[in-house]
């Protein structure tokens, strides 16, 4: 009926083909490797700024911004921290693709990073179908959002293999039931991961920044 699906397909496969390639580079560097996705302002690049800024004198950091637009602030903000950092301009596209981040490989120091970690464009929708070639897809969820998310976005709650609840700190201040939320996130992908933290004032980041330590751990 339309050329349109076929085409589609072929374009997610050929991405899938050089996700597989960026993997195994990563693989190759001993590096390892997240992709954190979330909707904008859910803090993104907040927690990169404080990851890198509690694990740069134990683990060299790397990072990859995407982003809609050449306006590099949040990869200026990952760097200022000491993350060797990398801003891609996605030229409007709502997402990272494979082909982006291995181009934004080749830019970043790879033998002395251990941990990579990208920050997708900021959008609930389609990033998740777009593999990097990461090891770990997080989405940081944040409690302005709302406790309704997992229920209106099933396919990213679905498909990440850690969820973080950030702006924990709002909760006296937001409508936001904590059981609600997890338990929509428990009945898309049970037995989830999840971190519930405050970038803000630091409350439950150390539980964060224990679990990056025992996954970047140089023999893995
Ligand atoms: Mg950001
Ligand atoms: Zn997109």
Known sequence: MSATVPVVERVLSANDAVAAEVR????????????????PGAGKTSLIERTVEALKGEIAI?????????????????????????HVNTGGKCHLEAAMVRDALSLLPLDGIRLLLIE????????????????????????PEGDDKPYKYPKM?????????NKIDLLPYVEFD???FLRGVEALNPGLRTFRLSCRTGEGLEEWFAWLREKARPAR
């Open 120 to 143: 997708n464009v900021g959008n609930l929708v389609c990033p998740m179908s777009w593999k990097l070639g990461a090891h770990v897809n997080v989405l940081i969820g944040s409690t």
């Open 157 to 165: 709650y679905a498909g990440v293999d850690v969820v973080v609840l």
């Open 24 to 39: 195994a580079r990563l693989d190759e560097k001993g590096i390892f490797c997240i992709n954190l996705m979330a909707s």
């Open 178 to 180: 904590c059981g609600r």
């Open 62 to 86: 790397g990072m990859i911004n995407g982003d809609t637009s050449a306006a590099a602030f949040d990869a200026e903000r990952s760097q200022r921290a000491g993350a060797a950092s990398v």
